[in-house]
């Protein structure tokens, strides 16, 4: 096979759309790189190799320090969906202030093609390298066109292995309980029927959560980016004898109940001498661990901390500093009947902290003094709990009640026990809180996961590329940011943003499109992310998402002409009229009455047969597993998908989504049941346009639907620009489109 070195030029741009199964073996007679170095006497090389293509990086093996002849053995199996000449293994030098390149091995992405296994001995090119120096290595290329799940769908056949290479396995036999906000009161949305003679029933959040917490004997553990002790989970009109977080679980505490928090440790908070901070972020969480501290409830605040092995001292500050902990889950025990108990746990989107609670009317000022009393919330811009607006905050939560609800606990268990040894920070000063974890094979009356059932870490991208290459009929995604896959913008392609999500949606419309198939995908974000849109870093990540959205709109334009379909006289029209000019920042608002409903889901639906629902965003940090920490539900139920019926399933998943488009569209239509239909996507289209309309008028009136096209115009070619006079957003302005600012740090990647 041909070896290149320096230049690519000779060689061929392939696409490879599929995974890539990789071994990163050995290194033989590697420089030693450390010989000039004064500071370090009597040590040599500590190597690593990482793997990239279209200089996105997708594999970056551990460090072994001082050798020259390291041996890795580290396999990676990763979904690749780029344009690219070759993949590249490089052989670095681990230093403390960062790394050296020692050579690379390049192997052709068109020999790849072939699907042969490509395996052996290759030279390691570039200095400092020396002839002799060689990388042990073997890359097969599987497309998606051979893969099961990429025809099939998630719930094909009877032993379905659901989502592949997921950390935790597929659990059979479990019931899991879908939620849209933290609550939902009843007959606020529409009944949707269901197989069998069922409805759905929309689920209230917040107070299945405390009704769980109360009734919880043994454990009670919560994970969060932010906890906050004076949240009231639930909320009868101001009722006083509604307990807040905190005297909830310190009540449970004193009953006997295991209490563990683990909460994110926002590095830019601090108490010294009484004074405390509430940081950057505005977590609380120094509050929350003052609140706790001298009770039996036990917390631990801790930073974000990069693996064993794998960074420089300055690439372990940057963790430190930039990321989070940004799980949030709840977990306890529950009556299982018999006298026997059971785990049950609450993963989603929802911390349970400040300017959660919300309702799907999303209220704006009426609630200042009753649900929203003394649980004021907006980041956008400054305001008073008295003036308002508040910020509307829409979110998607799940409950696990099964086998796999004991792997929510275990991710807790090995949170705790790290974080445990570390000990950051740690709010208790007696017994070790290494042993405040309850061990579930001793207490005797708590089913144990074999009772309950009827080695890489893996990023949490893949939850979501495997999901969208299952999809045969639509993709419905709601998410607080949506960008990614910089390696196929037509600039700052190395900007680091390089997730597949948007290429994998891209691709999968295009496919669509070249077999003559209907697929829709419909994807829900925030007007803007938090914070004033003029700021320059909300500007920054608008600017990628307007980039992410043109790579997507050319790779369909592209499409739609390879299979020769005119696409001129389906571009968008109908401009609005000119929108509100831009104010002061609180005076505009408060005069218009008017703003937008903050999106901060984590979720996708797949062919109304799998839901996915977590604490993941669609950015890098989320999704590049090395950086936030993230987790996710993925489920479906194998009686209600297109394979087992033959036809559109109606199950759970289905009403929840549902469910979703009628908070959304304010009510329901028998056309939104088919959402890849083109009918249906004229009909939400022309609905979201009229909304924008509505929003954006010089006189604001009540909105009964709150979805609204993202206001860009997209040309027959595929190009984005500005809606004519739309250029701004209403009232706090900031562009919508196309500022040029790009801040290249991870904070806002």
């Not at 830019?268 to 609380?284: E, Y």
């Not at 009229?577 to 984590?602: D, E, T």
Request: proline share 4%; charged share 25%; net charge neutral.
């Amino acid at each position: 096979m041909s070896m290149e070195g320096s230049s690519n030029a000779s060689l061929r741009v392939v696409l490879l759309h599929g995974n890539l199964d990789i071994w990163v073996k050995e290194a033989k007679n590697l420089p030693n790189m450390d010989r000039f170095r004064r500071y370090k006497k009597n040590t040599t090389s500590d190597p690593y190799v990482t793997v990239s293509i279209a200089d996105a990086k997708i594999g970056t093996t551990f460090v072994i320090d001082n050798d020259e002849n390291p041996v890795w053995m580290q396999h990676f199996y990763v979904p690749v969906a780029h344009h690219a000449t070759v993949v590249k293994f490089v052989v670095k030098d681990n230093d403390r202030f960062g790394s050296r390149s020692i050579g690379d091995v390049r192997i052709p992405t068109e020999e790849l093609c072939s699907e042969n296994r490509i395996e052996g001995l290759f030279p390691i090119l570039g200095k400092p390298c020396e002839e002799g120096a060689v990388l042990s290595l073997a890359i097969q290329y599987t497309p998606v066109e051979r893969m099961r799940l990429y025809q099939t769908g998630v719930g094909y056949g009877n032993e379905c292995e659901g989502v592949p290479g997921t950390y935790f396995p597929l659990r059979k036999g479990g019931r899991v309980t879908l939620y849209q906000d933290a609550h939902v009161e009843d007959g606020t949305l529409p009944s949707v029927d269901l197989d069998g003679g069922m409805q759905y029933i929309h689920g209230k959040c917040w107070e299945d959560m405390a009704d769980a917490i109360r009734k919880a004997k043994n454990l009670i553990y919560i994970t969060g980016w932010s906890v906050y002790h004076p949240v009231r989970l639930v909320r009868r009109n101001n009722d006083p004898t509604d307990s807040t977080l905190g005297d909830l679980l310190k009540e449970k505490s004193q009953e006997g109940v295991r209490v563990l928090l683990l909460v994110w440790d926002d590095r830019t908070s601090w108490n010294f001498l009484g004074h405390r901070t509430c940081g950057l972020m505005k977590t609380n969480d120094e509050e929350t661990r003052h609140f706790f501290k001298n009770s039996s409830v036990q917390v631990i605040i801790c930073p974000r901390s990069c693996g064993k092995g794998l960074h420089s001292f300055v690439k372990k500050t940057e963790v430190k500093t930039y990321y989070t902990h940004h799980q949030k889950t709840v977990i306890v025990d529950a009556d299982a009947a018999q006298g026997r108990r059971k785990i049950v746990a609450f993963v989603g989107g929802l911390d349970v902290c400040k300017g959660r609670f919300d309702t799907p009317k999303h209220p704006l000022f009426t609630t200042l003094k009753t649900l929203h009393k003394d649980d004021f919330y907006n980041q956008c811009f400054g305001t008073t709990d008295d003036a308002g607006p508040r910020q509307p905050w829409h979110d998607l939560h799940s409950k696990i009640d099964g086998p796999a609800a004991y792997d929510v606990l275990a991710n807790f268990e090995q949170r705790w026990l790290e974080a445990s040894e570390k000990r950051h920070r740690i709010s208790i000063h007696r017994s070790s809180s290494k042993d405040a974890l309850l061990t579930i094979d001793i207490i005797s009356n708590i089913m144990g996961l074999l009772e309950a059932t009827s080695v890489i870490d893996n990023d949490p991208e893949s939850w979501n590329v495997q999901a969208i290459r299952s999809a045969q009929h639509f993709i419905y995604i709601e998410n607080q940011y949506f960008f990614g896959s910089s390696f196929n913008w037509d600039s700052h392609k190395k900007l680091g943003a390089n997730n597949l999500v948007p290429m994998e949606i891209a691709l999968k419309i295009a496919n669509k499109i070249r077999a003559r198939e209907d697929f829709a995908a419909y994807i829900v974000i925030p007007m803007w992310p938090e914070g004033n849109p003029t700021n320059i870093i909300v500007q920054s990540i608008l600017h990628y998402q307007y980039k992410t959205m043109q790579m997507m709109y050319r790779t369909i334009y592209e499409a739609l002409v390879e299979a020769g379909l005119d696409v001129s006289k389906h571009s968008s029209r109908n401009q609005p009229k000119k929108n509100a000019k831009p104010n002061a920042a609180q005076a505009q608002p408060l005069k218009s009455g008017r703003f937008m409903i903050y999106v901060h889901s984590k979720g996708m639906i797949v062919d109304d047969e799998f839901v996915l629902i977590g604490s993941a965003n669609i950015n890098q940090r989320s999704l590049e597993g090395s950086r936030d920490t993230e987790i996710a539900m993925g489920g479906y139920q194998p009686h209600h998908s297109w394979a087992k019926k033959g036809s559109r399933p109606r199950g759970q998943i289905f009403g929840y989504r549902m469910s979703l488009w009628a908070e959304h569209l304010g009510f329901l239509e028998e056309i939104f049941e088919k959402p890849e239909n083109i009918e249906c996507v004229r009909r939400v289209r022309r609905l979201s346009e009229l909304n924008w309309r509505q929003y954006a008028a010089e006189e604001v009136t009540e909105m009964t639907s709150h979805l609204l096209k993202y206001p860009v115009h997209v040309d027959w070619t595929g190009k984005v620009t500005s809606l004519p006079g739309c250029e701004t957003f209403p009232d706090l302005g900031g562009r919508i489109i196309d500022s040029g600012f790009v801040i290249k740090e991870n904070l806002t990647i």
